[in-house]
């Protein structure tokens, strides 16, 4: 049973519009969710994280929100460029161990 | 920069063929991980070592067995390869401070075809 699913396998959004990447969990011990971007033939390379004592954090274009009451988080991507163009990884950690559980990934298509 | 290497990024085996898979890490890092990326699955952990000849099972551990001689380079080894490893897997590492969290850094993967 997969503890943290990413329900949408696939996002096109328009060059310039916003993008949102939806992630939920199901272990309550998790403490710490990360969001990595894979591009093809290349391994994935870590975007943004966010501790559980937060509900945001922000990056440049890239905002990550967490409901906790929810299980759920998400990655908004403000304005999106065609280089962001790839499969997205929801993970989470949990008591701060080194071990990730990943979600099973959403491809992002942002066309020009 | 932190790299990690790894030695093959396509590999094709016969069934039943032993098979080594190589990652090499240049930052000193205590953790390495073998993942393996199955589409709609995303990255699933196989085994994580934490020190030399140290070894911890990951979720999918069945088939596979690892090998952490120097603290820079972790094998993977499927003992008698089978058509359900076909897949892509990832080697990975992590600075080892305790407490809290530590970012892994990915390799680019091998693309492992069983026929």
């Known amino acids: 049973d997969q503890q943290v699913k990413q329900n949408s396998p696939s996002l096109s959004v328009q060059e310039g519009r916003i993008s949102i990447l939806n992630c939920d969990y199901t272990?309550?011990?998790?403490?710490?969710f990360l969001w990595y971007k894979k591009y093809p033939a290349e391994g994935p390379t870590f975007l943004i994280s966010?501790?559980?004592?937060?509900d945001k954090n922000e990056d440049g274009r890239f905002t990550v929100f967490l409901n906790k009451s929810a299980k759920h988080l998400s990655l908004h991507i403000v304005p999106s460029q065609p280089g962001d163009s790839a499969v997205y990884f929801c993970?989470?950690?949990?008591?701060?161990?080194?071990?990730?559980?990943f979600g099973g990934g959403t491809r992002l298509m942002v066309k020009p | 920069d932190v790299k990690v290497t790894q030695s093959s990024r396509y590999l094709v085996k016969r069934t039943g063929e032993k098979v080594f898979l190589e990652c090499v890490q240049d930052m000193d890092h205590e953790n390495m991980f073998w993942y393996r990326q199955d589409p709609g699955l995303g990255l699933r952990l196989i085994y994580f070592s934490y020190d030399v000849k140290m070894k911890e099972k990951g979720d999918i551990p069945e088939g596979y067995s690892v090998s952490r001689e120097k603290k820079e380079r972790f094998s993977l080894i499927l003992e008698s390869a089978s058509t359900n490893q076909t897949s892509m897997y990832l080697c990975?590492?992590?600075?080892?401070?305790?407490?809290?969290?530590?970012?892994?850094?990915f390799g680019p993967g091998t693309r492992l075809t069983v026929l």
């Open positions: 993970a989470a950690s949990a008591n701060a161990g080194n071990m990730l559980t």
């Open positions: 272990n309550s011990m998790f403490d710490y």
């Open positions: 966010i501790s559980s004592i937060k």
């Open positions: 990975a590492s992590s600075p080892g401070f305790a407490g809290r969290f530590n970012e892994q850094f």
